[in-house]
């Protein structure tokens, strides 16, 4: 998959109205992520996207492993993409759903090793929900409608 796919796709999936607020969404993300996991996992993570995506999991990540919760992750990316808490978790699963089906199996295992699993506010499994449930598609993109959707919680942290 080369750029434009990638960035169609996202585009695609998120309902977003152009490739500059996809852009915006994807380079959230990645970055967040590439700051959140260790330097060798952000460039094996990299490996098999297209470069101009890859960049923003390495080349923008001025520090790699800092230590910071599945709430900070999802305010980071609010602040960087200018979207809201739930917009930004949902941006984020759907991106890392993408990224999902381009990497091998078993990068994704490693990023995942790398975040916690817990019932705390560390529970990075949230970011996975859509990764866990069997992936984006056409019946749940039909189900879904697309967007946000509301959380049994109720928190925008979920």
Excluded: C
């Amino acid at each position: 998959m080369d750029f434009d796919e990638f960035t169609g796709q996202v585009t695609h999936r998120l309902e977003l109205p152009g490739t500059g607020q996809s852009v915006r969404a994807i380079r959230a993300t990645l970055m967040t992520l590439g700051q959140r996991i260790q330097k060798d996992e952000a460039k094996d993570l990299a490996s098999s996207l297209p470069m101009e995506v890859d960049w923003y999991l390495t080349g923008a990540v001025a520090e790699h492993g800092e230590r910071f919760d599945w709430h900070e992750f999802i305010t980071r990316v609010s602040e960087i993409e200018g979207v809201d808490l739930p917009t930004a978790a949902y941006h984020a699963r759907v991106i890392v759903d993408l990224v999902n089906s381009l990497v091998p199996e078993s990068e994704i295992q490693q990023v995942r090793n790398q975040l916690p699993e817990d019932e705390d506010a560390e529970n990075w499994g949230q970011l996975f929900t859509l990764v866990d449930s069997g992936g984006w598609g056409d019946a749940q993109e039909s189900q879904t409608g697309g967007g946000p959707q509301p959380t049994d919680e109720g928190d925008a942290s979920a």
